[in-house]
């Protein structure tokens, strides 16, 4: 007779709330957003909510085979094509270093500006955990550039933290009530992406270049992306969903 206790289902998922007009999307490199979570920016331009992209860096050190002068304007081009499939239309690069972000104030102040000058209701990021759910190591950027943006978007509210650019016309902006990070392994809540899956698809799809340059030769996208969104979609109730982590940023949430 085994003492083995079955495994149990995971929880299931509750759907991320949409009552919310403006989201920023901060992320480390272009092709971030593509890995999971554009399938559900289709769905909410597609509901006529307003979506920016804000890259921190511009992937320029994600081409082994490509000088970064080169793969940058590469990169900046795959992502501004990749954000107009899912309906996004304003796609900022910060220009910080690829490949050695650190977290700390420079990366809190760059995404501090972000946060004022687009006034955001939802920050999206990308999943900091140290890893994808215990199989594969996350990246350093990514890592740095999510805890920085969850302090970031508290530092946007506060008019003496980074005051030289409220004197430079940015005004504090605390009107941020939630920050999502994409396919956190400690996600409790998802979006149904069933009706705009496709679109995921064909967003990271664009980005040709930076997959042709990581040799992935029998890479598919439709592949890759249904293994996370059927799985996500089975706790939402739902065909394919897109997980997150949520993190409430008032008092008591």
Request: with cysteine.
């Amino acid at each position: 007779m085994s003492d083995s206790v079955p495994d149990q289902a995971p929880p299931p998922f509750e759907h991320v709330t949409e009552d919310w007009q403006r989201a920023l999307c901060v992320v480390a490199h272009p092709d971030d957003m593509e890995f999971g979570a554009a399938a559900a920016v289709a769905r909410w331009t597609g509901q006529g909510k307003d979506v920016v992209y804000c890259m921190v860096t511009s992937g320029e050190a994600g081409i082994d085979g490509m000088h970064p002068s080169e793969a940058k304007a590469v990169r900046e081009a795959e992502q501004i094509e990749s954000a107009r499939i899912v309906g996004v239309d304003g796609v900022d690069f910060l220009g910080l270093p690829d490949g050695i972000l650190e977290y700390g104030v420079p990366l809190r102040r760059a995404i501090t500006a972000a946060v004022r000058r687009h006034r955001p209701d939802v920050v999206i990021t990308n999943n900091f955990r140290d890893s994808w759910g215990g199989r594969n190591l996350n990246q350093a950027d990514h890592i740095a550039t999510g805890k920085a943006t969850l302090d970031a978007v508290r530092d946007a509210g506060n008019r003496w933290v980074f005051h030289e650019q409220v004197e430079d016309g940015l005004e504090p902006w605390g009107g941020v009530s939630q920050v999502w990070a994409a396919a956190s392994p400690d996600a409790r809540h998802a979006a149904d992406i069933t009706a705009t899956f496709d679109k995921g698809v064909a967003s990271l799809r664009a980005h040709r270049a930076y997959i042709d340059g990581l040799g992935w030769e029998d890479f598919d996208p439709a592949e890759f992306l249904e293994g996370m969104s059927r799985a996500s979609g089975s706790r939402l109730g739902v065909a394919h969903a897109a997980p997150f982590e949520v993190f409430s940023m008032g008092w008591g949430d």
